[in-house]
């Protein structure tokens, strides 16, 4: 959201209006279209493209943005696809039945993939992205815990849910939006991770679940499910407390099972009742589209599915969003039967291999010291080499490689870490060995550049360049 102020001092030093330029203006048209308002008159189609085709020139090259989970390309039999399902509603399930079965189908896929005892008799659904998804598993939990409460004639007034301090934002959301306290457990240097270390200070019986995150957003580390799981039977063993565990798999999800195969993250651990992921990050397909399974039937309240008549049909349907894409489902589906798990393996490996060259190699710089190497997902953060310089630090660094064209955020660690400024590649599909070597190249340039001043770069204004 753009607040009053922020707006003002942005329209203060833009132009209210866009000029045409004379060479694609038609006689008769007006020179100027208003940027705030709806102009007065309308446009030539071609001159209304041209106009949306120049602003958007101007955002950044995908392929060397190197922040993003996001996928940014797709093939040309994709990308038909896309235009021809641009106008299908993911909600009516009515009007386009098969739709409707295609996401069935992936998600069953999915609960095949991530080990789900009866795939064909589990529940899952598709979202607009992973934070839906991640909404959805969180109400779901916040319900079961309900209703076993009632059932013991307990109240239900103070639920809380336990996750790490390096979550990402969609989980701070749920625990406002859905009045759940959120309870941190800090990352250390001697935890990196949420491991299963003292969670017995942070679960009692009002704790409605434990997030396990397949891949953290700040650093790309996988968050040991299993052990987490067996630090959760032990409290068990001694309280009697009964606590499921939900994995964010945004990006984990679907690189664990190609790349990490023997890797017990997923429904093989009896405490994971659900997951989730995001088809827009490593699930490979065009933003907006996220997954989230449960274990079985049961692990979904009946009560949190509503079915609604719309337009001629009984529809149950259980999500934050009502209208929305169907495109993006397709698009899923044509991945899994076009990739197959060969494929899959084949191109999250190839990210993996190009992660961990890029990893070994900016080890090897005495500016810097990794935080981890890439080997989860295909992401991985260094920090600046305590005592290497104060001259210059990670924000002069990013601003200087976005020069060439590349964005590499640099942001501060989360609470309890804050002192620890690290940067973030995030290797996606695409993102070739050649390409690694030009971002290497230029990385040791900005340096050595860096490196040679005689004096301190400005700090005034630094920002973190992090996104989520």
């Not at 030539?44 to 989970?69: C, K, S």
């Not at 992973?130 to 409460?149: D, I, P, V």
């Not at 049909?313 to 209208?323: K, Q």
Request: charged content about 20%.
């Amino acid at each position: 959201m753009v607040t009053n102020t922020r707006r003002a001092a942005r329209r203060h030093h833009e132009p209210d209006v866009v000029e045409l330029n004379p060479v694609f203006a038609r006689p008769g048209e007006a020179t100027e279209i208003p940027k705030f308002r709806l102009p007065d008159e309308e446009a030539l189609p071609a001159t209304a493209y041209q106009i949306v085709h120049d602003e958007a020139m101007l955002d950044g090259n995908a392929r060397l943005n190197l922040a993003t989970f996001v996928g940014t390309w797709m093939d040309e039999h994709a990308s038909r696809l896309y235009l021809e399902a641009a106008d299908k509603n993911m909600i009516d399930k009515d009007e386009y039945p098969q739709t409707a079965a295609v996401e069935t189908r992936c998600w069953t896929m999915l609960a095949e993939l991530w080990h789900a005892p009866d795939p064909e008799h589990t529940i899952g659904t598709s979202t607009i992205g992973s934070s839906e998804a991640a909404m959805l598993g969180g109400l779901a939990l916040k319900r079961r815990w309900q209703h076993a409460r009632q059932a013991a004639g307990k109240p239900t007034d103070r639920p809380n849910l336990v996750l790490s301090s390096a979550v990402q934002v969609c989980w701070e959301k749920f625990c406002n939006y859905f009045e759940v306290e959120a309870r941190y457990v800090p990352i250390s240097w001697e935890h990196k991770v949420l491991d299963g270390y003292d969670l017995e200070s942070y679960v009692d019986e009002n704790t409605i679940g434990v997030v396990a995150i397949m891949g953290v957003t700040y650093t790309g580390m996988y968050e040991p499910v299993a052990e987490i799981a067996a630090a959760l039977d032990r409290i068990q063993e001694a309280t009697g407390l009964d606590v499921p565990i939900h994995v964010d798999g945004a990006s984990g999800g679907m690189v664990a099972p190609f790349v990490q195969p023997d890797l017990a993250w997923d429904f093989r651990v009896p405490r994971v009742v659900s997951i989730n992921t995001s088809g827009h990050k490593y699930g490979l397909v065009y933003p907006g589209l996220g997954w989230v399974v449960w274990r079985d039937l049961e692990s979904l309240p009946d009560d949190l599915i509503f079915r609604v008549s719309y337009l001629g049909g009984d529809m149950p349907t259980f999500a934050l969003n009502f209208s929305r894409p169907g495109a993006q489902v397709l698009l899923q589906y044509y991945l899994f039967i076009r990739l197959g798990r060969a494929g899959y393996t084949a191109v999250q490996q190839t990210s993996h291999d190009v992660a961990l060259y890029l990893s070994g190699e900016i080890a090897k710089m005495p500016a810097f010291e990794l935080w981890n190497d890439g080997s989860d997902i295909p992401v991985f953060a260094w920090r600046l080499r305590e005592g290497h310089t104060s001259n210059w630090n990670l924000y002069h660094l990013s601003d200087r490689l976005r020069t060439k064209g590349w964005l590499v955020p640099a942001y501060p660690m989360p609470v309890d870490l804050t002192d620890v400024t690290v940067q973030r590649i995030v290797v996606r599909n695409g993102f070739s060995h050649d390409l690694a070597s030009a971002f290497l190249a230029d990385l040791r340039d900005e340096v050595d550049y860096l490196d040679a001043l005689t004096g301190p770069m400005p700090a005034e204004g630094q920002r973190s360049g992090f996104h989520h």
